[in-house]
Each structure stands twice: as C-alpha cells, then as structure tokens.
C-alpha cells in the first residue's frame, strides 16, 4: 500500500510516499530557512505563503521521484495539527484535493506522533516504548503503544529545548536556526567551562522546564558585557548546550525507569544533537536502555514519518472526511 505524506505544519514543505509504512519511496522536503532567517525565527504569513508556492511541485517531485502516478497511491495522510494555522492549511488542502478526485482514504496525523514515528521506518520496534519528543515547539515523553496511540508523560512548563537554543542564539546574533549551529560551534568548546542551571533535572517529576536557562545566559550576558572578549564563545555555547542534554537524557531515563519500559526513541529536531546522542550513548544505554536515533534527515520535519504512520492510521479505519481542519494545538492529555 502507497501512502503519500504531506506535512506543512511549520516551515518546512515535505512531500513523500512510504510502502507500507516502512519503505520510503521518495522524500521531498523543501527548507524556509533563507527566507526567515533575517528575522531570526518563523513569520507565519511568509510560510503560508511559500508552502503554497512549492507544494504543487513537491507533489509532483515526489511521484516523480517514486516512479509512480496518482493512480498508484492508495491513501493520504496529512498533517492537521499541532502548527501554524495558514501553514497547516495548505497541506490539508492538497491532500484533500487528491483524496477526493482519487477517491481514496484521507487520514489526519498528529505531527508530534508524526515524530515519534521516525524510528519506524529504519528499526524494528517493540511496544510499549518511551519517546523523547523534542523539537523547536515541543519537549514531551510519552508511552507509545502497539497500536500508535501516545499517552503523554511529562511535558515542559514553558520553553521547549529547540526554542532554548535558538533563543540563546539569537541572544548572540549567530544565526536561525540556533540548534544547528550551537551544535557545530560548541564541538570544540569545553561543556565544563561555564555552569548552568539544570531546571527541574532531579525534582523527581518528569516534566521538563528551559525559560530559567534562557534567562541564565541573559544574565551572563549583561554580567560579561564590558569582557565580551573574556567570553570564549565555543566554551559558553558548549556549557549551554550541555546543561539543556543533560536534563533531556536525566530527565527521560527517570521517567523510562518509572514506566518500566526498556526502549526509548529520540525524535524531533533536537534529536539531531550530536552532544544529546553521545548522552544517551554513554548513560542510558550503559545502564542498559536499548536508545534509538532516527537519522537526522528523519528528525527533523519530514512528511516519510506522516505517510508512515498514516498507513497504520488507515488500517485501524481511522480516516478523516473531506470537512477536515487544521488545529493550532494538539490535545496531549
Ligand atoms: O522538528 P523540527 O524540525 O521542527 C519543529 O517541529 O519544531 O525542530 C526544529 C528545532 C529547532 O529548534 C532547531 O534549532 C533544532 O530543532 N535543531 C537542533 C539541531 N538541529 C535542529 N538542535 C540541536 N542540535 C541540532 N543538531
Ligand atoms: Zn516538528
């Protein structure tokens, strides 16, 4: 069965189609980044905008690309929340528009879902499982059943990780987005060098919280303003970033524990992290966790994990009708 994704929930357009929810056939994902880069983060009507300029030729890609025709697809799965409502938008209206002259199933997906489906397509899972959902919108972990139904655990109070960084960023004039490029620049810096507050690391809770950090750079930042050059950029970028991973493994690890599950996956743009993946390397898996990283082309936003998932969506008859709308919140609890 050919399903084919569509997420334009945020920034990114992507187009792809999976064979039966593990093999990608094609993946399209057209970048925003040059175009919201000077404003140091995303304008919504600049992306609604360009999803609805590149969407017809991602489409077309795709199938191109696959070797197929609209008449070898099977089903559409699309992304309807959470996300930027003229975003959203114009993917459903695409998938709408090929489910309903093809006359075949349309399917709604959760994009944070979407995410914790990425380990799927490379890995052999087993269920229940633990995910680590850590994106620039979103910090979560949840149970993941055999049938893709997802119990949120703990969630952040306020920032999410991806945000943190990239606010760090901007903070420093580096760049959009920040996470990247922390995580290039902080490769030769000393995560020792400077220490950070580690929010709500061992409260015993599994809820995570970022804005204190943020705010512990500021105020680094105006304390160090006369010694700017005192400031070794590198050791200050790895400092940060080690206090944010190291709550994100601490933090997941406890609550994997507490679930008693064996099997945690980490998702999302953050998961991308090289800092966050040797982490998870050195403590969890040596305490015996079994950790799966998707590949970083399938961590961040990508429509392979929504036609992935979409296909397990359309077996389990759960189809949505052509009145669908877009949804700027996902209900978690
Ligand atoms: O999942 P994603 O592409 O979009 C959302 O749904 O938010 O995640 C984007 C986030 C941004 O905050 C970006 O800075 C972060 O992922 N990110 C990274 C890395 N690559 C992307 N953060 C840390 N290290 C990375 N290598
Ligand atoms: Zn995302």
New binding site residues.
């Given amino acids: 069965m050919n399903i084919l994704g569509i997420d334009t ?2 920034d ?1 357009t992507s187009v792809s189609i999976v064979q039966d929810g593990k093999t990608i056939l094609s993946l399209i994902v057209t970048s925003q980044d040059e175009f919201h880069r000077e404003f140091g983060g995303v304008v919504p009507e600049i992306a609604s905008r360009k999803h609805l300029e590149v969407i017809t030729p991602s489409l077309a890609s795709a199938l191109d690309k696959a070797g197929l025709t609209l008449n070898d697809i099977q089903g559409v799965a699309v992304t309807n929340r959470p996300g930027l409502i003229g975003s959203l938008v114009i993917g459903i209206a695409a998938a709408k528009s090929i489910a309903y002259i093809r006359r075949i199933p349309l399917t709604a997906v959760n ?1 944070l879902l979407g ?1 914790a489906y990425a380990p799927a397509l490379e890995h052999e899972l087993e269920f229940p499982h633990l995910a680590l959902i850590v ?4 910090t979560l972990t949840a149970r993941i059943d055999h049938d893709w139904t997802m119990s949120v655990i703990g969630f952040t109070r306020d920032d ?1 990780a ?2 943190c ?2 606010k760090v960023a901007k903070m420093l004039d580096l760049g959009y ?4 490029l ?2 290039r620049m902080a490769a030769s810096g000393d995560p020792q060098a400077y220490s950070f507050p580690r929010p709500m690391m061992n409260d015993h809770s599994p809820h995570f919280s970022f804005s204190g950090l943020k705010t512990a750079v500021r105020v680094f930042l105006e304390k160090n303003r006369h010694d700017q050059n005192d400031v070794h950029l590198p050791d200050l970028l790895a400092s940060v970033q080690e206090a944010v991973m190291d709550v994100l493994e601490t933090k997941t690890r406890w609550t994997t524990q507490q679930a008693g599950l064996k099997l945690i996956t980490v998702t ?3 998961a ?3 800092r ?1 993946r040797q982490l998870f390397r050195q403590r969890s898996e040596f305490l015996g966790f079994r950790v799966l990283f998707p590949s970083n082309r399938l ?3 990508n429509a392979a994990v929504i036609a992935g998932l979409g296909y397990h969506l359309i077996k389990q008859a759960k189809t949505a009708s052509l009145d669908l709308n877009a949804e700027a919140r996902a209900d978690l609890l």
């Fill in positions: 929930s945020c990114d994009h995410h994106s620039g919108g979103h999410a991806g945000e960084l990239d987005p920040g996470g990247k922390i995580d999302g743009g953050v991308a992290n090289s966050l961590c961040t936003d």
